[in-house]
């Protein structure tokens, strides 16, 4: 599993980018814990992936939007599960950190390069 932190102001965004298994069944969920009402997580646009065969593993991405007025923390857990087996443990992991620093909202908030945790 891999961890990774953040600082990041008000309007700013974080990409995510973690490896998918849908042929196989698995999606990737997310969690937030702490201070949860400073971040805002949704999926990203998918990469093209021209060429890449049938069943072939595919780059996902998800977009984290630190909130106004910021001032606070939070944990966002991602966990690649396969839905019909709640009770199997996820098959990868990838958490991130987020500091939200208090102040102005930063106009476009521009993206961050992100990184996730392939496996």
Not at 37 to 44: F, K, L
Request: no cysteine.
């Amino acid at each position: 599993m891999e961890v990774r932190r953040v600082v990041l102001r008000p309007g700013e965004t974080y990409a995510v980018r973690l490896t998918g298994r849908g042929a196989r069944g698995y999606v990737w969920t997310w969690r937030v814990t702490g201070d949860a009402d400073v971040v805002s997580v949704a999926p990203g646009p998918r990469p093209a992936s021209p060429g890449a065969a049938p069943g072939a593993a595919v780059e996902l991405s998800y977009v984290v939007r630190a909130r106004p007025p910021g001032g606070g923390r939070a944990r966002i857990r991602f966990a690649q599960v396969r839905p019909p087996y709640p009770d199997e443990a996820p098959y990868d992991e990838y958490v991130l950190d987020v500091e939200v620093t208090p102040g102005e909202v930063t106009p476009g908030g521009g993206v961050t390069p992100g990184s996730g945790g392939a496996g």
